[in-house]
């Protein structure tokens, strides 16, 4: 079956200008997560979405925000972008239940987003 | 505050050695530990997991062992092998918080 799908898989922006993110996950995967990938910090949480609600909020500022439909596709929308949102932006997606549970998180290749 | 450190930005092992990535926690209600693997210009994949009640989980040439008294847990690869070169990454959930907290990631690179 077909892996997470994340487009674009690359971006160039301006600072200030908005940007809208997409995740496609496995079939029959209702939780979806974002993450943040920036050199020497890891993965940093953004947020869980499951059911179209989103369970779980990480410490970004309000810019970051996301959405989940009735298909369990998410986006993620970074409102007035900055120099330091450049990054790796990864979608994990997992069966119903907790994602840090018993269940595997399968990843999408990341939408690497460039601010200038 | 980081609440998952891994300490070793980068780990330099030869070829059929035995590789051993540390990673430690702070939050003692983790309960739940995750490795995953990540090549360039692609998603993390997850390599092996070990749950609070264990303190070892062995899946092939992987094994992860826990020790919750010291909050640390360590990933073996034996032996490794050149394919095994990639940056790893350990996470931590507590209990039904839905939220993986993740290292900085290890870069591991195996010497012919």
């Known amino acids: 079956k077909a892996g997470v799908t994340q487009t674009p898989r690359y971006l160039i922006k301006t600072r200030g200008q908005q940007v809208t993110l997409s995740c496609s996950p496995i079939s029959g995967h209702r939780s979806v997560s974002w993450y943040q990938q920036t050199p020497g910090q890891g993965l940093q949480f953004l947020f869980e979405?499951?059911?179209?609600?989103?369970?779980n909020k990480g410490n970004f500022p309000g810019r970051f925000s996301g959405r989940q439909f009735s298909n369990s596709r998410s986006e993620m929308n970074v409102s007035t972008l900055e120099l330091g949102d450049s990054a790796l932006y990864l979608c994990?997606?997992?069966?119903?239940?907790?994602?840090?549970?018993?269940?595997?998180?399968?990843f999408g290749q990341g939408t690497r987003l460039t601010v200038v | 505050d980081q609440q998952v450190k891994q300490n070793s930005p980068s780990l330099s092992v030869q070829e059929g050695r035995i590789s051993i990535l540390n990673c430690d926690y702070t939050?003692?209600?983790?309960?739940?530990f995750l490795w995953y693997k990540k090549y360039p210009a692609e998603g993390p994949t997850f390599l092996i997991s070990?749950?609070?009640i264990k303190d070892k989980n062995e899946d092939g040439r992987f094994t992860v062992f826990l020790n919750k008294s010291a909050k640390h847990l360590s990933l073996h690869i034996v032996p490794s092998q050149p394919g095994d070169s990639a940056v790893y990454f350990c996470a931590a959930s507590a209990g039904s918080n839905y939220q993986l907290i993740w290292g900085a990631g290890t870069k591991l690179i195996i010497k012919p």
């Open positions: 070990i749950s609070s």
């Open positions: 939050n003692s209600m983790f309960d739940y």
């Open positions: 979405y499951f059911s179209e609600t989103q369970r």
């Open positions: 994990a997606s997992s069966l119903a239940g907790p994602l840090g549970g018993n269940t595997e998180a399968f």
